[in-house]
């Protein structure tokens, strides 16, 4: 029989010893990033097999059908009709580096508490969730006011619950772009939308600073009449044009609850300084 080799003292430090029956030392390891240390030293009995399990000689080689795919994608195209629609970004600030410092576990329930706030505050204003994009959501709305309201309530639970969130998941930041233009809704198991406001929707999300909500020049125009109604509960900043990449240049506007002020003010500024 083989002698069976035994581990130095300095891989020893280094690998992390699960129990072949140890469904929670396998996640504290993957949680760890050890999959590479368990790979090295053969230690992969008990982990997910990643390797592919036929041989290379079995290998589907037959060329995908190129042309039935460039048909159907250009026959969906061209009968989609086009929709106006208001299109909303949310995005959760740091998300990628919480996860590093936390772990995944607590990220995932992080991110998942913020999209389900954003979703509640969505649909409550008469908006539809397109999808979440794990750290965030994409909707869309028929009116540019109800897509102005769902952020303003997005922002208030956030600044409201504030010390509540932080004790659970840590500092809960956000940055949110609406915008508005023509899109074409694409079908299937989950419904999507494509066009330019989609990708302009995006960019101004990107910019904007935390916990800053931007609405487009157009979104503005929508609202101003309306915002009337509204002028005791929410603010406007003063437009500002800005570069956004791919699109232009663009006037933006900040809009914020009034009692929690616009987040280039100087009191909130001095609110949230330690926050």
Known sequence: MAKQKTPSSEQTKQLIVIPPTSSEAIEKALENDSTIEFIASGETSILPQLAAARPANQLDTTPIDLDTIIEDVAHLIATTPDHYKCIMFT????????????????????????????????????????????????????????AVLAAMLMVSSLENDRKKLKKIVGKMDCRIGITCGYVKEIPGVTKDYIGHAMDKGARIEGI???????????????????????????????????????VGVSTLYEVSPKERGLVRSTGYKLRHMFN
């Open 91 to 146: 995005d959760l600030v740091g998300s990628t580096q919480y996860k590093r410092e936390m772990g995944h576990t607590k990220g995932f329930m992080r991110n998942r508490m913020f999209c389900d706030i954003c979703e509640q505050a969505i649909i409550r204003n008469n908006g539809t969730v397109v999808k979440r994009l794990g750290d965030g959501v994409m909707a869309v709305f028929e009116t540019a006011i109800d």
């Open 208 to 246: 904007a600073k935390t916990n800053q909500v931007l609405i487009v020049e157009i979104v503005y125009g929508l609202i101003h009449t309306k915002i009337r109604d509204y002028s005791g509960d929410i603010l406007i900043g003063a437009p500002k044009n800005f570069t956004l990449k791919g």
